[in-house]
T-cell receptor, first 112, second 110 residues
Framework: NAGVTQTPKFQVLKTGQSMTLQCAQDMNHEYMSWYRQDPGMGLRLIHYSVGAGITDQGEVPNGYNVSRSTTEDFPLRLLSAAPSQTSVYFC???????????FGQGTRLTVV | RKEVEQDPGPFNVPEGATVAFNCTYS??????FFWYRQDCRKEPKLLMS???SGNEDGRFTAQLNRASQYISLLIRDSKLSDSATYLC???????????FGAGTTVTVRA
């Protein structure tokens, strides 16, 4: 079972570049979300979606865009990368709000 | 004040020991509580949900104290494989949003 698949696993960007982090799940979950994890801090919610065609902002949305055209896919776009966006990014999905979340393996992003 | 706070540790314990740690949450309306485990450079994975009456899963026991707004995790008979960071996760009750603590690091030594 694939579960939640994130690509790429590692990425180095130059300041100002844009890129898309891919996330796909095969569990038919309605809820998907993106988090970033920084040292000494809990995972912080960037954006989330409660179903195809519906997205909303989380705690730290600035500098990121998302879309949800299908139930399976939830890509995260960095519009113009900044060093402050150096972090580990996790995509997660869940069957219901507030229930168990399943995480992808993470993307380690460095912006130089 | 952070929504979910944890003692970062680290808790260094010998094999076979018992280790326990707490997590406090700020929103009294919180409805769902979880402990996740995160190994070094890996994704978080659900360890156990926390129920109002407390619950056990093998060597792991979770407790919820709504009056004082904290949850706890106790690990009995620690194994080397229990070495990880344990994340306290709370659903505040509004929609889907989960709030994560920064994690408590446990290191079990031989």
């Amino acid at each position: 079972n694939a579960g939640v698949t994130q690509t790429p696993k590692f990425q180095v960007l130059k300041t100002g570049q844009s890129m898309t982090l891919q996330c796909a799940q095969d569990m038919n979950h309605e809820y998907m979300s993106w988090y970033r994890q920084d040292p000494g801090m809990g995972l912080r919610l960037i954006h989330y979606s409660v179903g195809a065609g519906i997205t909303d902002q989380g705690e730290v949305p600035n500098g990121y865009n998302v879309s949800r055209s299908t139930t399976e896919d939830f890509p995260l776009r960095l519009l113009s990368a900044a060093p402050s966006q150096t972090s580990v990014y996790f995509c997660a999905s869940s069957y219901s709000g507030g229930g168990q979340a399943f995480f992808g393996q993470g993307t380690r992003l460095t912006v130089v | 004040r952070k929504e979910v706070e944890q003692d970062p540790g680290p808790f260094n314990v010998p094999e076979g020991a018992t280790v326990a740690f707490n997590c406090t949450y700020s929103n009294s309306a919180s409805q769902s509580f979880f402990w996740y485990r995160q190994d070094c450079r890996k994704e978080p994975k659900l360890l156990m949900s926390v129920y109002s009456s407390g619950n056990e899963d093998g060597r792991f026991t979770a407790q919820l104290n709504r009056a004082s707004q904290y949850i706890s995790l106790l690990i009995r008979d620690s194994k080397l494989s229990d070495s990880a960071t344990y994340l306290c996760v709370v659903n505040m009750g509004n929609d889907y949003k989960l709030s994560f603590g920064a994690g408590t690091t446990v290191t079990v030594r031989a």
